[in-house]
């Protein structure tokens, strides 16, 4: 193909013809056909790739912007092309509309799917309005026509590279971002691990699953953690935190309501359970309900639906997790939370374990929140002394997991040298306050396995304040075995 071109563009395929010549006779250079220049970028050069069947065009092309100080790759067709993109990190493709065999709007849609980040130019003799609204809704970052101009395609490849830099640099800052956010379970004790067995099991279900524990245990990791192995996987996982939203506003919240509501309800407004649509509605410290909104979620639970506030009916299509630190069952025993609601919500219980009893987790857990505050605050990554860690895996730790994360994260920021000290360590940890008894049991020669099995019962319960859940998954024994022991020994006392 031929075109009719600028004085400047014909001085510049002259050019880039006599170039090509020279680069021929020189040894080690690939052949015309390919026009691959291995040489390296210098600093934040440009790194293109033109594409023409028209040898001419490419050659000029090619020597325009190689004295813009770009790194430019050139192909005679689509394939070569992508083969180029596929093995180099090319920022923009400025390729002809119309070539033999594929198109330049077919290589346009094939490198967005290997490249997205790559930044489509199109050329073409033969522009409409048409084609250029086509090349736009594929992704084209421009579209130009011939003859082409060099200051005009200089500034429009220069444009497209800053841009397609911009969303680079976008989208590495949203995958850092999140890397810091992201919460993991760390941990290998035999107590995490049995919940996790439950929580990995439970997953695939559309059961409703409850997790207990006390504060700063992990329950929301856990109901996270069991999001991403069900089947809503793909959909939103939606947290509420019942303790945090006011009474007054919590049914609102929760399932919508419509314009003019009530007094303030100026529009209408999706609730929770409208946005989890598909995936799953996570409804920590679900103790704090009031007996209204109760009345509404056993509804949800047994028929699928709830109604906004001023609505109509609505098909709830969410999967359930709740989460409390309080004892339902005594809930329900003092009238405060329904026992129809609470055996709906019960069909799966887990128990978060506390800190104290996943003493081995620990120095895990020091070690990953050390990368990730010392990532967070943009400083060389720190490691725990020895000395330090006893005093971290000694403390009572009360406020769980999540205590610990806060003594870490200000830990990192104080700590002036390359290494965890334990003058980095609040006060009360660095004097040992709060560092319980060794959970050790000695028995007597002559002690009976069944005193024996009493006395692991009763301590194991002291250690997880009375949790008999948590103690029945820690000694690997039923709650009705607890019960029972307990009860014979208060029948023989």
Not at 114 to 126: D, F, G, K, Q
Not at 141 to 164: C, G, M, N, W, Y
Not at 199 to 225: C, F, I
Request: hydrophobic share 40%.
């Amino acid at each position: 193909m031929s075109y009719e071109y600028s004085d400047a563009f014909h001085d510049a395929v002259a050019r880039g013809a006599a170039n090509r010549m020279s680069e021929q006779d020189t040894p080690n250079q690939e052949a015309p056909e390919s026009g691959e220049i291995e040489r390296e970028a210098a600093g934040d050069a440009i790194t293109l790739c033109v594409v023409d069947d028209d040898a001419s065009n490419l050659a000029s092309l090619e020597t325009i912007f190689k004295r813009e100080g770009m790194r430019v790759f050139s192909a005679s067709g689509a394939k070569r092309a992508l083969e180029i993109c596929r093995k180099h990190r090319v920022q923009v493709v400025v390729t002809d509309l119309m070539m033999p065999g594929t198109s330049g709007l077919d290589l346009l849609k094939a490198l967005k799917t290997i490249s997205p980040e790559t930044e489509v130019v199109l050329m073409t003799a033969y522009g409409t309005v048409e084609t250029a609204v086509a090349a736009m809704k594929e992704g084209a970052f421009d579209f130009t026509e011939k003859p082409l101009k060099r200051a005009s395609i200089v500034k429009s490849v220069r444009l497209a590279a800053s841009h397609q830099k911009l969303v680079a640099e976008n989208r590495a800052l949203k995958k850092k971002i999140a890397l810091l956010e992201h919460r993991e379970i760390v941990g290998t004790s035999p107590a995490l691990r049995k919940v996790l067995e439950v929580v990995t099991q439970a997953a695939p279900s559309m059961a409703t699953v409850l997790v207990l524990g006390e504060s700063g245990t992990g329950k929301e990791l856990l109901a996270r953690y069991l999001h991403e192995r069900s089947a809503r996987a793909g959909g939103p996982f939606v947290a509420v935190n019942c303790a945090a939203i006011p009474e007054a506003i919590l049914e609102a919240e929760l399932f919508g309501h419509e314009r003019g509501a009530f007094t303030g309800a100026v529009a209408r407004r999706e609730g929770r359970f409208a946005r989890a649509a598909g995936g799953t509605l996570f409804l920590d410290e679900i103790g704090e309900l009031s007996p209204a909104v109760q009345v509404k979620l056993l509804r949800v639970l047994q028929e699928s639906e709830y109604e906004p506030v001023g609505g109509d009916t609505q098909r709830a299509d969410v999967r359930i997790v709740a989460a409390t630190n309080r004892d339902l069952r005594r809930e329900v025993a003092e009238g405060r939370f329904r026992e129809d609601l609470y055996y709906r919500l019960n069909v799966i219980a887990v128990t978060a374990p506390p800190l104290r009893a996943r003493r081995e987790d620990i120095p895990l857990l020091v070690d990953h929140f050390l990368g990730v505050y010392s990532q967070k605050n943009a400083r060389p990554r720190l490691t725990a002394s020895k000395n330090a860690l006893q005093h971290l895996v000694d403390h009572s730790w009360p406020g769980n997991v999540r205590e610990l994360e806060n003594v870490i994260e200000r830990a990192v920021v104080l700590c002036r040298g390359e290494q965890l000290g334990l003058e980095d360590l609040p006060e009360h940890i660095a004097r040992g306050e709060g560092t319980p008894i060794a959970g050790q049991i000695t028995f007597s020669v002559g002690t009976t396995i069944e005193q024996m099995e009493l006395v692991a019962i009763k301590e194991t319960l002291r250690q997880v304040r009375g949790d008999k859940a948590l103690a029945a998954q820690l000694l690997g024994i039923s709650i009705r075995t607890i019960y029972r022991k307990l009860g014979e020994s208060e029948g023989e006392g």
